[in-house]
């Protein structure tokens, strides 16, 4: 078998993780961990004060916001999907694979809308 390996991909079986992607992961990550550190400080001081509580709780609840909220992820939704096409169709000229990669991303997002729309409309 690592002969095998040897002879597929001239490696003996290790695959070496290119060095930006290290940082990327290792900044993603570290990005992560301090946005939740900092909304759990930020919810620990709102918890603890009861006219902030209800101004969030209002603010959460208010059908205006709700409103505002679901046109602007319907318009990034949009923006989003009109990119993904854009970039299929220009980047595809360069590399295929590209072709192959935001297709499917495409798709899982037509499914994704799909099934949830269904699902929803079936609880309301």
């Known amino acids: 078998m690592p002969g095998m390996m040897k002879n597929m991909g001239g490696q003996s079986g290790v695959n070496k993780i290119n060095e930006h992607m290290i940082s ?3 900044g993603v990550g570290s990005g992560i961990m301090t946005a939740a550190v900092v909304l759990w400080i930020r919810f620990q001081l709102i918890l603890k004060n009861p006219k902030k509580l209800k101004e969030m709780l209002l603010s959460n609840t208010d059908e205006r916001n709700q409103e505002i909220g679901k046109k602007a992820y319907r318009f990034a939704s949009t923006g989003l999907i009109m990119a993904l096409y ?3 169709l220009i980047g595809g000229l360069w ?3 590209l072709i ?3 297709g499917i991303l495409m798709w899982i997002f037509l499914l994704t809308y799909v099934i949830s729309y269904k699902v929803f409309e079936r609880k309301m």
């Open 100 to 102: 192959s990669v935001v």
């Open 24 to 26: 990327t992961y290792a």
């Open 95 to 97: 590399y295929p694979v």
């Open 86 to 88: 854009l970039i299929c």
